[in-house]
């Protein structure tokens, strides 16, 4: 949790340098990938990691067993502090000398911070849901870098006005349309990007497509991967290229069992035999540790991180899925296509289709667990889609034991951390 002991920016220069610090800021959570299914540990390095990191991926109710100084919780609240600090000197700069400027960092700082509170409420929330949003608990929204402030839970509802609202602001000050050569500072089309991202968590799905549609038309470029990536390449992404809006990551030195290079997180069997052998995905998304696939590095530019970032190819299927859910059947599978034909081998593409829109949103959905394959998208995913009743059931298989999460388990809402409630008294969340 962040202290007193930090720097009060007195420029706007100053302002810019909290928030591009990169060993704080643009870094994502870790448990909902380590809680997610898109992957699978061996029983023997199972024992290897650490009790967190067991106890998250076999969804037990306890998942901290002591474990203190949790990152998912400390590092979100350290990136609120910093924007709030950034917000507040603000207040005691000018306007006029560089306006734009001015707006562009209250846009940054406004975006951070909600990309830090979706983040924690991804994980330490449960699932929106319209009908119970004002009387669920939420987190704790810190609108001040008060650190002696008391800690109370917002409602769901309260939660993710917040965030909104102040997307909603952001997109409205900041200084440039599409991404530029510093992919940690949003644009409108990133910002637009992401408040897709949150609609589309909520259930909100017209607006959620609306919001990806204003992204695409500001920026919709993809990669074709037949022509731009190296195939057998570790590294086959740059960080400035062009799906990548707004970079982050779940850094290396954190939950390394899952990350690429260093982790032994082999792609569920499943998954990894949907794509066919023209689909390039498989060979650019994975390579082989042995015989076991694993995930190579991602538009971040690294191979030994997640990338959590928001790029096109998401905002391509949310507005797919939007079209889809809305009976516009055509239009649905017309998006799906444009990212399909640049994903699939020349030689081989055969453009999708779907006689309704019900066998459009299956298509849909498919491809985008396999687009979106550990982008720490995929339990925010699960949560969302078993609130509609999908009845996925994620699953593990260990000591020749099968351990099932089921659809409506409270277990989709992980503990808040055991020090933040006994500093805080805030209530714990049912598992």
């Known amino acids: 949790m962040p202290d007193n002991n930090v720097f009060i920016p007195s420029t706007l220069d100053d302002c810019y340098n909290l928030l591009d610090n990169e060993t704080i800021m643009d870094r994502s959570c870790g448990l909902g990938e380590l809680s997610a299914d898109d992957y699978y540990f061996s029983d023997s390095y199972l024992p290897l990691r650490s009790i967190l990191e067991r106890n998250t991926y076999l969804w ?122 510093i992919r940690n500072r949003p644009s409108k ?42 195939h057998s390449s570790s590294m086959p992404f740059r960080v400035i290229n062009p799906e990548n809006m707004y970079n982050a990551r779940i850094p290396s030195l954190q939950y390394q069992c899952i990350q690429p290079l260093a982790g032994m997180a082999f792609i569920d069997s499943l998954v990894y035999r949907s794509y066919s052998n023209a689909d390039l995905r498989k060979y650019i998304f994975f390579n082989l540790f042995q015989t076991y696939p694993r995930r190579k590095g991602f538009y971040d530019g690294s191979n030994v991180t997640l990338y959590t970032g928001l790029a096109v190819d998401e905002m391509y299927l949310n507005r ?67 609130s509609e009743g999908y009845n996925i059931q994620p699953k593990r298989f260990t000591n020749n034991q099968l351990i099932i999460l089921p659809p409506r388990s409270k277990l989709y809402t992980l503990p808040i951390p055991d020090e933040v409630i006994q500093r805080s008294g805030i209530t714990q969340n049912e598992r």
């Open 189 to 230: 089309a990133s910002v637009y990007a992401m408040l897709s991202r949150v609609y589309l968590s909520m259930g909100s799905y017209p607006q959620a497509g609306l919001y990806a549609d204003s992204s695409l038309q500001l920026h919709d470029s993809l990669i074709n991967y037949n022509i731009d990536i190296s």
């Open 60 to 181: 037990e109710r306890d998942i901290y067993a002591g474990t203190q100084d949790i990152y998912d919780w400390n590092t979100p609240y350290q990136q609120v502090f910093y924007c709030n600090v950034v917000l507040e000197a603000l207040a005691h700069l000018s306007i006029t000398d560089r306006p734009a400027d001015y707006n562009n960092v209250k846009a940054v700082a406004l975006f951070k911070r909600s990309f830090a509170f979706f983040n924690v409420a991804q994980l330490f929330a449960p699932p929106f849901n319209s009908g119970n949003a004002s009387q669920n608990s939420g987190i704790p929204l810190k609108l001040s870098s008060d650190i002696h402030e008391a800690i109370t839970r917002a409602s769901l509802s309260q939660t993710y006005q917040q965030i909104t609202t102040d997307l909603k602001q952001a997109a409205s000050l900041v200084a440039t349309a599409t991404p530029g050569t």
């Open 320 to 386: 797919a899925e939007c079209l889809a859910r809305e009976g516009n059947t055509q239009a649905a599978i017309t998006w799906l296509n444009k990212l399909m034909i640049n994903r699939i081998a020349d030689s081989a593409f055969t453009p999708l289709k779907a006689d309704n829109a019900l066998a459009a949103l299956r298509l849909i959905l498919e491809e985008r667990r396999k687009e979106l394959i550990m982008r720490g998208l995929r339990w925010s995913d699960i949560r969302r889609l078993n």
